[in-house]
């Protein structure tokens, strides 16, 4: 059961896009695509920006996006706004019927 | 609305127990699987435990397992963690979050709680 690994921090001025890497392994990752990703503001409840790899729930913008290739997944933020400033987290289902999340990836908005 | 409240935390002794509680309302309860998932100060998101929408399938970390009991009562609305032998290492808040899960899809843990904050000191 160990994390999936993100970057520890990304950073990007207002209007560019970053790219926030998860790797994992065949048994979570890259078995599954169930990958989950995060939006986490300090003292609040995490909120779920793209499910199955890449697919955006109601009411989260488009400049969200995901994909995956083998055991690593990736979120993608376009034209990057002040709001978007927070901790992000993967999450995959595992072959162990678990769920296993990422270390995190601190995003700063310069 | 979808709305799940946590709440139970406090202060524990080491070794000591504690159940915190989660309630859910705005949707059919009984319908989904539930899980915890805590965060230890400064640090990441970690899943613990999920249960099965009838109670009849649960599952744990490596962390907790042997430790940690999780249940729920449908009647109630109502997600439960017992928690027993504590260390200063389960020191965090925990969350309890709906799973959005189907045959064909799975979006994890879709709707979250606020959180309630467990701290293990003497």
């Known amino acids: 059961q160990s994390a999936l690994t993100q970057p520890a921090s990304v950073s990007g001025s207002p209007g560019q896009s970053i790219t926030i890497s998860c790797t994992g392994t065949?048994?979570?990752?890259?078995?599954?695509?169930?990958v989950s990703w995060y939006q986490h503001h300090p003292g609040k409840a995490p909120k779920l920006m793209i499910y199955?790899?890449?697919n955006r729930p109601s009411g989260v913008s488009n400049r969200f996006s995901g994909s995956k290739s083998g055991n690593t997944a990736s979120l993608t933020i376009s034209g990057l706004q002040a709001e978007d400033e927070a901790d992000y987290y993967c999450?995959?289902?595992?072959?162990?019927?678990?769920?296993?999340f990422g270390g995190g990836t601190k995003l700063t908005v310069l | 609305e979808v709305q799940l409240v946590e709440s139970g935390g406090g202060l524990v002794q080491p070794g000591g127990s504690l159940t915190i509680s989660c309630v859910a309302s705005?949707?059919?309860?009984?319908?989904?699987?539930m899980y915890w998932v805590r965060q230890a100060p400064g640090k990441g998101l970690v899943w613990i435990s999920r249960?099965?929408?009838?109670?009849?399938?649960?599952n744990y970390a490596d962390s907790v397992k042997g430790r940690f009991t999780i249940s729920r009562d449908n009647a109630k609305n109502t997600l439960y963690l017992q928690m027993s032998n504590l260390g200063a290492e389960d020191t965090a808040v925990y969350y309890c979050?709906?799973?959005?899960?189907?045959?064909?899809?799975?979006?994890?843990?879709?709707?979250w709680g606020q959180g309630t904050l467990v701290t293990v000191s003497s």
């Open positions: 979050a709906r799973v959005g899960c189907t045959s064909t899809s799975c979006k994890g843990g879709d709707y």
């Open positions: 705005g949707f059919t309860f009984s319908s989904y699987w």
């Open positions: 249960i099965t929408n009838d109670g009849s399938g649960t």
């Open positions: 065949s048994n979570d990752v890259g078995g599954f695509n169930y």
């Open positions: 199955d790899v890449s």
């Open positions: 999450s995959s289902y595992t072959t162990s019927t678990t769920w296993v």
